[in-house]
């Protein structure tokens, strides 16, 4: 559906071909970045819930 409606854009002039692969390239972005954070939230809260904790790692001599 995406991929129809950018076609759609370019095809009847609205955008150009750059822009809206640029379009999709910031949107890939801020996908890539919304998933690391959710699934770093995800892994914290349940490392949390099975009672891991992490520890400091000791000190260097």
Do not use: K
């Amino acid at each position: 559906m995406v991929l129809a409606i950018g076609a759609t854009r370019v095809y009847l002039g609205a955008h150009y071909l750059s822009d809206v692969l640029a379009a999709f390239a910031a949107g890939a972005a801020w996908l890539a970045f919304c998933w690391t954070i959710t699934e770093t939230l995800r892994r914290r809260h349940q490392r949390r819930r099975a009672g891991v904790t992490m520890s400091p790692s000791p000190p260097r001599p």
